[in-house]
């Protein structure tokens, strides 16, 4: 049982894992291709953001410094996913809460395009990696960390 957990927690994070290792590959000076798309996403959700809620995004935030942050969490989330950590599993679900809501922005568009149903589909699949880590952290919390043993009663020797 512990195998296949292993192979099951390997292949969940081979996603966050292949991701940040192509993202570092690519990141160079500028944060790469990642930071370019996440420019205007970043722009349109903190509009929505100081919008609904008031609350304004910092101007000097740096976009190659939000790619690096995302490449660790990832990263490092996903390697101590795979060693069955929940630590491992808070970072990559701090990852999703994030990341999620901005590059997957279809309340940006209307439901008769094309784009909507594209990036409604990516949302609800993130959604449902938000779900099962939430899962995973729910399981691991509620096992005690060892299993007690019983011992067998000695037997007594009359002599």
Known sequence: MAFVSTVGR???ASVFLLSAWQEFDEYGSNGG??????RPK???FSG???AHTGVELPKQLEIKHLVAAAI???GVGGLLFVFGSSF????LLLHQAIATPILYDFYNYDAEKKEFYELFSKFTQNLALFGSLLFYIGMKMSMPNKQLRKRAPKTKTTS
């Open 42 to 44: 970043l722009d349109v």
């Open 33 to 38: 291709p990642a930071a370019k798309f996440l």
């Open 88 to 91: 491992g599993a808070v970072m």
């Open 10 to 12: 390997l292949l969940f």
């Open 72 to 74: 660790v969490l990832k």
């Open 48 to 50: 929505h953001l100081l």
